[in-house]
Each structure stands twice: as structure tokens, then as C-alpha cells.
């Protein structure tokens, strides 16, 4: 979709300014793995949770293109995080102020990837899906943090 698009791009161009702002800091197959993973990160990081709720989705079997449509969706305030690191890499000096809209950005991310995976699941049960949901994420936080320590895959 548009927002996955927008979202490689943005994390591309961020880390193109992160790497010419360190100059020669890093040698070649420093910067050619940070180029790989600021391509492949943003993808990892809408595929995993859709992959996670399609295995989860036992009721309705929803497809998988509307699962990382709704999962995109979800993370719109995530990619705005994103533009917002790319001001911060461009200007340091205004950590002060993107710091906490990139924060507040990530937590209103799960916020709504609660209520869209509620959705894609057909849940009516809140205290229920409160423990679903729970488990879902761990797992998707899990796999995450596996895959972070693949540098040529996930690097966010």
C-alpha cells in the first residue's frame, strides 16, 4: 500500500541523512548493512504482525492483503514517528520537542493496532480479547526482537 511505500522511504531517507551526517565513522559494510536494514526494517515491521493476526484469524479468515492493510493503517502514527526522526536527524538540536511526539506517536500506534486486530478477529468479548491481544503482541514483540539481531534484516 501507499502508507508501506511512504513508510520504506521515509526510514530510507532518514538513515541516507543519519549515515552522511557520521561521515566516514563506518566503513563500507557498515553503511551497506544500515542501507539494507533501513529498506528491509519498515517491511519486517508490518509483515510480522500481519503474518501473527493471520494465525490468529481462525473465526472469519480474513485475507492477508486486508490484515496488512489494516496493520498499515494502524501504524500511520508510527510512520509520522518516523518523518519525525528524519526532522531530528536533519536538526539534533530539536530532540527536545520529537522525542516525546515520536513516543506518543508509537503508543497511539498500539492503541489503534488493538482496536484494528479487534476488528480483523471479530472479538465482542473485551476481557477476552484483553488476553489475546496481550499474547499477540508479546509474540510480535518476540519475533521482532529475534529478527533485530539479524543486522541485513531488522534494524529499527
Known amino acids: 500500500t501507499v502508507n508501506s511505500a511512504l513508510f520504506v522511504i521515509i526510514s530510507f531517507v532518514s538513515q541516507l541523512i543519519s549515515l552522511i551526517r557520521s561521515g566516514g565513522h563506518y566503513s563500507f559494510g557498515s553503511n551497506f548493512t544500515s542501507f539494507i536494514s533501513s529498506i528491509t526494517s ?4 508490518i509483515l510480522v ?11 472469519n ?13 494502524c501504524y500511520i502514527p508510527t510512520i509520522c514517528a518516523t518523518l519525525v526522526t528524519l526532522l531530528r536527524n536533519l536538526m539534533p538540536d530539536l530532540r527536545i520537542i520529537t522525542n516525546p ?3 506518543t506517536a ?19 468479548d473485551d ?3 484483553m488476553r489475546k491481544f496481550a499474547i499477540i503482541y508479546v509474540i510480535i514483540s518476540l519475533i521482532l526482537l529475534l529478527l533485530a539481531n539479524i543486522p541485513l534484516i531488522y534494524k529499527m
Do not use: M, Q, W
Open 61 to 73: 479468515r480474513r485475507k492477508i492483503t486486508t490484515i496488512i492493510s489494516t496493520i498499515t493503517t
Open 101 to 103: 511526539i515520536a513516543t
Open 127 to 129: 476481557k477476552h480479547y
Open 49 to 59: 504482525p500481519s503474518a501473527v493476526v493471520f494465525l490468529f484469524n481462525t473465526k
Open 42 to 45: 519498515p517491511i519486517i515491521y
Open 106 to 124: 508509537r503508543a497511539l500506534s498500539v492503541i489503534l493496532l488493538y482496536f484494528g486486530i479487534k476488528n480483523i478477529l471479530d472479538e465482542n
